[in-house]
C-alpha cells in the first residue's frame, strides 16, 4: 500500500502504470478484497462463455472422426472384449463443503467443455461382430457409436433433491461419521451404476453427472462413466480436466486414437496361452460358478485407514530393514502406503489363495503413452500369503510379475479362490473451486456388489485418510490392519 501511494502521487498519471484510489492507495482495476465468488465470477463472466465453448460441434460429424477405426473400436474380440462386456462402469461419490450457486454454474459449463473436448463421449457402446457367446464368456467385438448424445440435445449434469438431514453435515463430528453417513443416505440416490451389457442393450449415455446440494453449504456430485472407454486413469483424468475448465486453467489433453486401445490385453506380455486360459477361460470361469452360490453372503464394508498411523508404520518398517542389514530383493526399504495396505489386506481376506492387483501399464508398454485414453491395464497375480509381508508385495510390484511364464497354478482359479486388488490412491483427482473443501470421496459401493470373487479398492478418502471398499467373503485378524484404522 505504501509503494502504491507513493507511485500514485509522485509519479505524473501519465506516467503511472495504473490508475490508483487515493482513498484505498490501491489500483481500482481490482477491488482489493474480493472473495473468492465474487472473484471467480469476475473471471467467469469474462472468460466462460469464450473459452469453455470454443470447440465447434462439428467435430462430432467430421468424416475423419466417424472413420478413424482405431478411435471407435473400444475393444476388439478378446479376453479384454469379454471382460469389460461384464464389468460395472466407474463412478463415485464426493462431498464438499463451502459449496456456492456459482461453483454449480461453473461445474455444469466445465462438463459441458469437457464433452466438446473428448466427443467419444457423445456416443454409445454397441456389440459388432457379435459370435457365439458361451457363459460369462463371448467373442463381441464393442464399438463405439459418437455423436449420440451431444451438448445441445442432452443435459449430461442431473441434480437430485436432497435427503432429509438427521444431523445436518454441519454437525458430522468425524471422517468416520461423513463416511457411514454419506454411504448409507446419500450414495443411494446419487448411484447409477450399470454394466457395459446393460449400456449395449438400453444405448444409454456412456458418460453422466449427478449434482446434490446439502443443508449447510455442503453439496455433492458423482461422476459415471463406462467402463468400455475408460479405466480408472483416464477417469481421473476426465475428472481433472473438469477441475480445470472450473478454474480457468488448459486442461491436458487425453489421446483416445491409439491403434492399440482396440487389441490390448488386461494380462502381461509375459502370459502365455496357458496363463490367459487359467485367468481368464475356462478354469477362472468355473470358479466364478461355484462362487455364485455363496454370493449372497458377502457383505461390503468401508474401512477407514489413518494417513499418520500409515506413514508412521512406513517409517518403522524402514528402519528395522536398515538396522537388520537384510537386503530384499530390488525394494531397498522402500515401500509405500499402497503396499502396507495391500499387505494388510492379504492379512485380513482369508477366503482367497490368488490376488491379482491393477498395474497401469501407460509408460511401460511399447506404444502406450501417459496421455492415452481408454483400458490400458494388466492384471498381476500373486499368492495371497506372500504378500502379507509389505515389503515383498513391493518387490513384486516393481518386477511387474511373480509367477514365471505357464507357472500359474490352474487349481485356484478352478475353486474360485481369486480376486482383485485395484488401488485409485495414485491416480486420484478432486473437482475444487476457490472456497471449496473435500469433506469425503469414496466409489460406491455396488460397483463390488454384484461381482462374485474377493475385490478390494483402495482410495483417498481426504488429506488425513485412506479408505478400502470390499466385500471379502471370511475375513481373519491382521495385526497391521488393526495399526492403521482410524
Known amino acids: 500500500r505504501f509503494l502504491a501511494a507513493v507511485a500514485?502521487?509522485?509519479?505524473?498519471r501519465s506516467l503511472s502504470c495504473f490508475t490508483f484510489a487515493p482513498a484505498l492507495s490501491c489500483p481500482v482495476q481490482r477491488r482489493p478484497y474480493l472473495t473468492a465468488e465474487e472473484e471467480?465470477?469476475?473471471y467467469a463472466s469474462q472468460h466462460y462463455s469464450k473459452r469453455w465453448v470454443s470447440i465447434p460441434s462439428e467435430d462430432f460429424a467430421s468424416p475423419d472422426f466417424l472413420e478413424s477405426p482405431s478411435y471407435l473400436v473400444a475393444h476388439k474380440r478378446g479376453r479384454s472384449s469379454n471382460m469389460i462386456r461384464r464389468s460395472p462402469s466407474l463412478s463415485g461419490l464426493t462431498i464438499c463443503r463451502g459449496w456456492t450457486s456459482h461453483a454449480t454454474k461453473a461445474l455444469k459449463l466445465a462438463v459441458e467443455a469437457v464433452v466438446r473436448a473428448n466427443p467419444i463421449l457423445t456416443g454409445v457402446v454397441y456389440e459388432a461382430k457379435k459370435a457365439f457367446v458361451l457363459p460369462l464368456g463371448g467373442t463381441s467385438e464393442l464399438r463405439i457409436r459418437p455423436g449420440v448424445y451431444t451438448p445441445e440435445s442432452h443435459a449430461f449434469v442431473t441434480e437430485v433433491n436432497?435427503?432429509?438431514?438427521?444431523?445436518p453435515p454441519s454437525q458430522w463430528i468425524n471422517?468416520?461419521?461423513a463416511l457411514n453417513y454419506a454411504s448409507e443416505k446419500i450414495a443411494p440416490l446419487m448411484d447409477e451404476i450399470d454394466f457395459t451389457y446393460d449400456q449395449v442393450r438400453h444405448k444409454t449415455p456412456l458418460f453422466s453427472v449427478r449434482i446434490m446440494h446439502l443443508p449447510d453449504g455442503y453439496f455433492a456430485y458423482s461422476i459415471r462413466m463406462s467402463h468400455a472407454v475408460v479405466d480408472g486413469v483416464t477417469y481421473f483424468d476426465l475428472i481433472s480436466q473438469i477441475a480445470s475448465y472450473m478454474n480457468g486453467w488448459t486442461p491436458k489433453p487425453i489421446e483416445w486414437d491409439n491403434p492399440l486401445k482396440s487389441s490390448h490385453e488386461l494380462y502381461p506380455d509375459s502370459f502365455s496361452k496357458r496363463d490367459a486360459d487359467i485367468s481368464y477361460g475356462g478354469p477362472f470361469l468355473l470358479g466364478i460358478l461355484k462362487n455364485?452360490?455363496?454370493?449372497q453372503h458377502r457383505q461390503l464394508k468401508y474401512l477407514l485407514l489413518s494417513k499418520d498411523k500409515i506413514r508412521e508404520k512406513r517409517n518403522?518398517?524402514?528402519?528395522?530393514?536398515?538396522?537388520?542389514?537384510?537386503?530384499n530383493g530390488q525394494t531397498q526399504g522402500k515401500v509405500s502406503a499402497n503396499d502396507i495396505i495391500t499387505a494388510a489386506l492379504c492379512q485380513v481376506c482369508r477366503s482367497t489363495h490368488i490376488f491379482a492387483f491393477t498395474q497401469n501399464c501407460r509408460g511401460i508398454k511399447d506404444g502406450v503413452a501417459h496421455q492415452d485414453g481408454g483400458n490400458y491395464f494388466w492384471e498381476i497375480p500373486f499368492p495371497r500369503e506372500a504378500c502379507t509381508d509389505p515389503l515383498v508385495f513391493r518387490s513384486i510390484f516393481e518386477k511387474g510379475a511373480y509367477y514365471e511364464t505357464n507357472a500359474l497354478p490352474a487349481l485356484p482359479f478352478q475353486n474360485g479362490r481369486v480376486g482383485r486388488i485395484t488401488s485409485l490412491a495414485s491416480v486420484t483427482q478432486r473437482i475444487l473451486f476457490p472456497g471449496t473443501e473435500i469433506v469425503c470421496q469414496f466409489p460406491f459401493a455396488s460397483f463390488v456388489k454384484d461381482i462374485p470373487m474377493d475385490v478390494a479398492i483402495i482410495f483417498r478418502v481426504n488429506r488425513e485418510n485412506w479408505g478400502v471398499l470390499h466385500n471379502f467373503f471370511k475375513l481373519g485378524q491382521s495385526d497391521l490392519l488393526d495399526d492403521i484404522l482410524v
Open 175 to 177: 471422517d468416520a461419521e
Open 316 to 327: 518403522q518398517i524402514r528402519s528395522q530393514y536398515v538396522a537388520s542389514g537384510v537386503r
Open 162 to 167: 436432497a435427503p432429509e438431514f438427521s444431523p
Open 40 to 42: 471467480h465470477k469476475s
Open 292 to 295: 455364485y452360490a455363496a454370493h
Open 8 to 12: 500514485g502521487t509522485v509519479l505524473p
